[in-house]
């Protein structure tokens, strides 16, 4: 597969080590070739996903495998991919296409595809294929009946899933320190088991009315979450930060130090460096990264 990315400047860094948790690998120049199948919209930073058909040296020799193959789709759709730079411009695409499509049993539906179809040129090699465009529904969750000051980006919290469990699907989650609910917002509408707890009734009576309005289960509760008996893989925590609350530093400790007991991995989100914290809880930081937020930095620190 060829993942095709985008990002603002200031998340190539979250982007990378997103792309680390899922594929084992940095992209280079906003792209990503792997073998593993990744569902786009699941990412705030991967654009599409290119299945290729052909690879050729020519345009002409991408229609000879067409003449060959007799492909039958309905309803399809091809487009250039912008990222995928083929020289052919906007304007001059059409004569491209109708070749393409005129070797194609179907009727094509350019409005509404069923189908999307992929044309696009990497390392002087011409690829064709299946695309998949990132659906881009998550960013109605940016609209949340309750918000919260410090809340995460809708963006920063579907990454985070993504590296808390490298894109598993089975693997559990926790955010026991939830706030309005923005990760468990995200990881409910991803397909994962994830829930959350808040020390705060009035900040976890808010996430659950933000799970309600996008008719997720309401999966957060009030509660100290040193309290948790449960386990699970992975817990995300944003941690409560001095600036924004009343917090001490043993707090915080005990926070970190609970999470090594309730799960086997911690992505831990701080505004400064607490790394002392999270090796006197005996985690290792496996990986790493700084999301500028402001005139803070975010550190994001993957631990286990
Ligand atoms: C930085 S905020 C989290 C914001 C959240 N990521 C969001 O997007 O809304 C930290 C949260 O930790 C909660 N908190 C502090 N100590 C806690 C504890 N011991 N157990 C559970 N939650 C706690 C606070 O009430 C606060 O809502």
């Given at each position: ?5 985008n ?15 899922i ?15 990744f ?5 705030a930073?991967?654009k599409?996903?290119?299945t ?7 345009f ?8 060959e ?20 411009g ?60 410090n809340?995460?980006s ?5 990454s ?5 469990t ?9 955010d ?31 996430a ?8 997720l289960?309401?999966?957060a509760?009030y ?6 008996q ?10 409560p ?13 005990n ?13 831990l989100?701080t ?5 002392y914290?999270v090796?006197?809880?005996?985690f ?7 999301v ?13």
């Open positions: 597969y060829i993942y095709t990315l990002y603002p400047v200031q998340e190539e860094d979250l982007c990378n080590l997103e792309m680390r948790s594929f084992d690998k940095n992209p280079i120049n906003k792209i990503i070739m792997s073998n593993i199948d569902n786009p919209s699941d990412s930073f991967i599409g996903q290119l290729p058909l052909y690879e050729t040296d020519t002409e020799e991408i229609l000879k495998k067409l003449d193959d007799k492909l039958k789709l309905e309803e399809f759709r091809i487009e250039l991919i912008n990222e995928l730079d083929t020289g052919i906007y304007h001059e695409r059409l004569p491209y296409f109708n070749q393409i499509g005129e070797r194609i049993e179907g009727i094509p539906n350019v409005k509404n595809p069923k189908i999307r179809l992929g044309l696009g040129k990497l390392n002087d090699r011409w690829i064709f294929g299946f695309y998949k465009k990132n659906d881009a529904l998550w960013m109605a969750h940016t609209n949340k009946p309750c918000s919260y000051s809340s995460l809708v963006r920063v919290a579907r985070l899933i993504n590296i808390a490298n894109g598993d699907k089975t693997k559990t989650i926790i026991p320190c939830c706030g309005v609910g923005t990760t468990i917002v995200e990881g409910l509408s991803m397909g994962y088991d994830i829930c959350g707890t808040d020390i705060s009734p009035k900040n976890a009576s808010n659950r009315k933000n799970l309600e309005f996008f008719n289960e309401p999966r509760k509660q100290d979450m040193t309290t948790i449960e386990k699970y893989d992975a817990s995300i925590i944003d941690i930060y001095g600036l924004f609350s009343h917090i001490t530093r043993e707090q915080q400790q926070i970190i130090t609970k999470a090594k007991k309730i799960s086997k991995k911690l992505v989100i505004f400064e460096d607490l790394d914290m090796n006197n809880a005996n290792k930081i496996i990986d790493r990264c700084v500028p937020k402001g005139k803070f930095k975010r550190y994001i620190l993957v631990c286990q």
